[in-house]
């Protein structure tokens, strides 16, 4: 009898395997009591597995695939800093001295304690990053057990879909070259790092399944499709027949992808459109050359600050970053956006880190640098000295104002002051950008356009500013809707006035990467996309088969709809002569 489970879909197609079970996790851990001459050994034991722990991480951080997603080093790098937190270094050891308990008993009691005090935050963002916390404490655990997961083994599991409980963005490293054909996960959100990691690297998944694991039974065949987020579990011939014919056709599409790789991307009726990649690390390039984007439209620099070990990253070694950039892509752009830390990107050297009631709406972006100098100057000096040698542009972070921009653009021509003086070359007309995602910069564009050669549609906090939503809240986050009339007629505004001015404006947010959206960005007159490597082919195949002229005209109707129900189906027509995956 078939068994459907709902969750997240993560992409990557579909997958079909016999399950394999990893279900020994902290919820199984049993308690003992120790005699006071065993203690000492059992904190030993603790201290061991959290050497080991912190051993594997720092290894799989220094050989990250260089296919795997952008922010997985960051993450690997937080999970370093954890190790090191008196909260799971000191605290479970305590435990074992004071209970006399095993350490697998100290970590549970301390991983409850530790949720406990998340679930408590009010802010949405801080409280789903407790998923982090307890991974590195299972880490942990799974160390002290000698349980840690084999992905090399040859045997039973080749092909095979794992079933756990969660996964962290460390263990994701070695799915591409495991033996699994996809996974499923008891827990996960949509914003969940895992997700993230996951969504990227497109592979078979679903995470969210509700009790996934009380459902499968060990090597039961099941179906993974991570594009409509269902698990398929025992399913009977005429369903594995239907699946395995959609995973042909998957399969297919993607062969068909590769192929146009290499073609310029030109619309049916001549339109010339540029895909532009974003990366976060240095690393990401070589998957942006694969894929054939016209350069790096958005370099997320925050990202080289999170891997610094807590410590703030120095010119010398942001120079290096951006030089490595710059000398893989040669003569193709590469736009550096100056760190965007603050909210929900805050390093732990960061003197506001934690302090801010709603730290979305403080001291970040632009804002943070500006109030910074010498941070924020370093960081100018460094891309200065690089763009002597690449095409190099800079792009500032959450302006809301022609005279916010005024002063970023203050400090770089001082940080090219500094190198004159020290007779170091850069380039004198580098040009500078502006990310537009507030609302504020949005209506009062024409301003910004006087300091900017270019700008950035950042459509991910635009909407959420725009539409008072946190889209990291759960509670909420259904109402964060990219076809909101009202978001709808701020992007084409935006779009339209950067147009008549001549400016190059081009949207680097989830709905660049977006195949549902592209056809409706086109209409609204965007000739220039930004997005993660993985989506760059899907996109550009709408964009082959999208003719402009005759999708104007339908957009222009789809603007002047004030229904949201409406303004779905227009889009579904819009998109009804195209396979979009």
């Excluded at 790098?77 to 008993?105: F, G, H």
């Excluded at 024409?446 to 635009?462: E, M, P, Q, R, W």
Aim: aromatic share 8%.
């Amino acid at each position: 009898m078939n068994i459907a489970l709902h969750g997240i879909g993560l992409g990557g197609g579909i997958a079909i395997g016999q399950a394999f079970i990893l279900d020994k996790d902290l919820e199984d851990v049993a308690q003992f009591t120790l005699e006071n001459s065993e203690v000492a050994a059992e904190v030993l034991r603790f201290e061991n597995a959290l050497r080991t722990t912190r051993k594997e991480l720092e290894y799989l951080r220094g050989n990250i695939p260089y296919d795997a997603p952008a922010e997985l080093g960051a993450f690997l790098s937080l999970n370093i800093m954890m190790l090191s937190d008196s909260q799971i270094a000191q605290a479970p050891v305590e435990l074992i001295k004071r209970e006399s308990c095993n350490a697998e008993w100290a970590i549970k009691l301390q991983a409850d304690y530790l949720s406990h005090q998340f679930d408590e935050m009010e802010d949405e963002y801080l409280k789903e990053r407790k998923t982090d916390v307890v991974q590195v404490l299972e880490r942990i655990f799974r160390n002290l057990e000698g349980n840690k997961f084999d992905w090399d083994d040859e045997g039973k599991f080749e092909r095979g879909i794992l079933v756990t409980r969660d996964l962290s963005p460390a263990d994701l490293i070695h799915f591409k070259d495991s033996n699994f054909a996809g996974f499923i996960t008891d827990f996960g959100s949509r914003t969940s790092h895992t997700a993230i990691v996951g969504r990227n690297l497109d592979i078979p998944a679903v995470v969210g399944v509700a009790n996934a694991r009380q459902f499968v039974r060990e090597d039961e065949i099941i179906i993974v499709d991570g594009i409509q987020g269902v698990v398929i579990i025992n399913p009977d011939k005429i369903v594995l027949s239907e699946y395995k014919r959609r995973k042909k056709e998957w399969l297919e599409s993607r062969q068909k992808l590769r192929a146009i790789r290499k073609d310029e991307t030109v619309t049916k009726d001549g339109v010339k459109v540029e895909i532009f990649a974003n990366i976060e690390v240095p690393d990401d390039v070589e998957d942006v050359k694969y894929n054939n984007a016209a350069g790096i439209g958005l370099f997320r620099s925050e990202f080289l600050f999170f891997s610094q070990d807590n410590h703030i990253a120095s010119e010398e070694e942001q120079f290096e970053a951006y030089l490595k950039v710059v000398k893989v892509m040669k003569k193709l752009p590469i736009t550096i956006r100056t760190a965007d830390l603050g909210a929900d990107k805050n390093p732990l050297w960061n003197s506001t880190h934690g302090e801010a009631e709603n730290p979305a709406l403080g001291l970040t972006g632009i804002r943070l640098s500006l109030a910074e100098q010498g941070f924020f100057r370093t960081q100018l000096r460094a891309i200065l000295r690089a763009s002597h040698y690449g095409k190099i542009q800079v792009m500032f972070p959450m302006i809301s104002s022609a005279w916010e921009l005024k002063q970023a653009v203050n400090q770089l021509e001082m940080a090219k002051d500094e190198l004159r003086e020290e007779q170091i070359p850069f380039d004198n007309d580098i040009k500078v950008g502006s990310m537009i995602e507030i609302p504020a910069a949005a209506l009062s564009l024409k301003g910004i356009l006087n300091y900017a050669d270019f700008i950035s549609i950042g459509t991910n906090d635009l909407i959420q500013y725009l539409l008072a939503i946190d889209r990291n809240d759960e509670s909420v986050s259904y109402l964060y809707d990219p076809l909101h009339p009202a978001v709808l007629q701020v992007i084409s505004h935006v779009i339209r006035t950067a147009n008549k001015e001549n400016i190059p404006v081009s949207i680097c947010g989830e709905m660049a990467g977006n195949v549902k959206l592209t056809r409706l960005l086109l209409g609204m007159g965007l000739r220039r996309f930004s997005m993660y490597s993985a989506n760059i082919l899907n996109v550009k195949k709408i964009i082959l088969n999208s003719d402009v002229a005759d999708i104007a005209v339908k957009v222009s109707k789809i603007l002047r709809t004030g229904s949201r129900e409406r303004i779905y189906e227009l889009v579904e027509q819009l998109n009804e002569d195209v396979e979009l995956f």
